[in-house]
């Protein structure tokens, strides 16, 4: 990917360049170099693709064939399955994401079309007992129309496909703003629509600045509801724009896990699991486990354990299949990390090992971070840092852990090492978190829902729950003929 590859918007079933006859670039993190660009796009572009969506959820028999969305959502599978090295590749270019992790993405991206496809044939209404025996009464789940969805740079192809599979297999259209730093996955998947033969105007993608493009979505009259993921405060804004107009919104925001580690754990397991939970994709996760909350009895072996499963990570260019630790999205998001690691200093608190540039390196490659001797009140403990690094806190009772792991604003994981089963339960019980892993983390699965709880967000993707949150209930009561014979 030497060259310059040049991008268009797709509205409408065609590659689009846009009104505004401006372009905006892309730049590979791990050189620097600028790899692609794409058109900048406006509110008249947002306008044309939701009239576009419009057109095809009202125009199409889309809606009321579902056997036929399953059948293009199988063949979106498919292409996905066979292009998963190309669109791995692109992406691991676009967001410095290592290519072994972008591998492992797109091997399990299928998954949530074959599901959505499963559920567009299956899924039904309820049929309710209601008061009067003389009525029959009915509940049916209907697509809203037109899902305004706006996907951040970080993990851009699972996050579409976690949005817009169900959003198509429930029978509506949508049009995706990706985040402009790195657009060009989602860019790439028209040519898959294309190929699928998804009608015109189902999936359109408009590229452009946040300002522009994610405000004109979140405004226009025509979207009936919007899916965000990104950070918290953006996310108040998407949300107080969807308030402003009485439109439904889905958020999928931040998180400061926790991963909480018993004496009876796998300390091994546990190790890899904590070491893993805050250096996977440099820690540019919303699920990175940015806390280790690690019994006392335990808490020196732990640390040490970590610090030398640290030193050992492979660290170069993403596109080796050897490397497991890769740059930071930007230089704004290297200092970004670094204000936050000296500011836990100033604090009060140790760097175990990391802060700052990894030594022998250049460029964004921010060294994995270990903070000791802090406690939860530190903005280290309490902010997003979406970089690898993880705070350490001891604690002594299982009540202690759960204080402190839900002493934050946040609420997205977590995850539990203990052999202990009664006290895994009591733990995921008393967790407030949307997902909760148990002996391991950051395993992912399409078929069980996912999303946050406080500034994490609300709303959830995958799984029977995302399918609902793509649809409206209609209620329908039908009065029987009382003229029996």
């Known amino acids: 990917m030497s060259e310059l590859t040049s991008y268009q918007m797709f509205i409408d079933g065609a590659w689009d360049a846009g009104t505004t006859g401006r372009r905006m670039q892309s730049v590979n993190p791990y050189t620097g170099q600028v790899w692609a660009d794409f058109p900048e796009g406006d509110e008249t572009d947002v306008d044309r693709a939701v009239r576009a969506a419009r057109r095809a959820f009202e125009e199409t ?114 049009v995706v703003k990706p985040s402009e730093l790195a657009p060009c996955s989602t860019l790439e998947f028209g040519r898959l629509a294309l190929e699928a033969g998804l009608p015109d105007g189902l999936v359109n993608i408009v590229t452009g600045p946040g300002p522009a493009v994610g405000a004109a979505l979140c405004a226009h009259p025509g979207v009936d509801k919007l899916v965000f993921t ?31 580690v018993f004496p009876d754990a796998d300390l091994d397991a546990a190790v890899e699991g904590l070491v893993r939970g805050f250096t996977a994709s440099a820690g540019q996760t919303c699920v990175c486990g940015s806390r280790a909350l690690i019994h006392e009895s335990i808490y020196a072996e732990v640390v040490e354990r970590m610090i030398k499963a640290v030193g050992e990570l492979r660290v170069g260019d993403p596109a080796d299949p050897a490397t497991e630790l890769g740059p930071v999205f930007s230089r704004q998001q290297f200092d970004h990390i670094d204000e936050l690691v000296r500011s836990s200093v100033e604090e009060g608190a140790d760097i175990a090992c990391g802060g700052g540039l990894i030594e022998g390196c250049t460029g964004n490659f921010y060294a994995p971070t270990i903070v000791t001797n802090a406690h939860n009140q530190m903005r280290i403990a309490q902010e997003e840092v979406f970089g690898p690094v993880v705070v350490c806190i001891p604690f002594r009772t299982e009540e202690e852990a759960i204080r402190i792991a839900n002493g934050t604003a946040f609420g997205l994981a977590a995850g539990v090492w203990t052999a202990d089963l009664n006290r895994a339960h009591r733990m995921t019980r008393d967790l407030r978190s949307g997902k909760v892993w148990v002996n391991h983390y950051r395993a992912g699965d399409a078929n069980f829902p996912f999303g946050g709880i406080g500034e994490s967000g609300y709303g959830r993707v995958n799984g029977m729950d995302g399918i609902r949150e793509m649809t409206r209930s209609k209620s329908v009561q039908i009065l029987l003929d009382q003229n029996r014979a």
């Open 61 to 174: 028999d889309w809606t009321r064939r579902p056997r036929y969305r399953a059948e293009v959502l199988r063949k979106l599978a498919d292409l996905i399955e066979r292009d998963a090295e190309r669109f791995a590749q692109l992406e691991s270019t676009d967001n410095g994401k290592t290519i072994s992790e972008e591998r492992r993405m797109y091997e399990s991206l299928p998954a949530f079309y074959r599901l959505a496809a499963s559920y567009a044939e299956t899924m039904s209404g309820d049929v309710p007992t209601g008061a009067n025996p003389d009525v029959l009464s009915m509940t049916m789940y209907e697509p809203y129309g037109v899902i305004g969805i706006q996907t951040p740079w970080n993990t851009p192809g699972v996050i579409f496909g976690q949005a817009a599979a169900p959003a198509l297999a429930t029978g509506n259209a949508v």
């Open 230 to 260: 990104g950070s918290p405060a953006a996310g108040r804004m998407v949300a107080a724009a969807g308030a402003s107009r009485l439109a439904p919104v889905l958020l999928e925001l931040g998180g400061k896990s926790a991963n909480i």
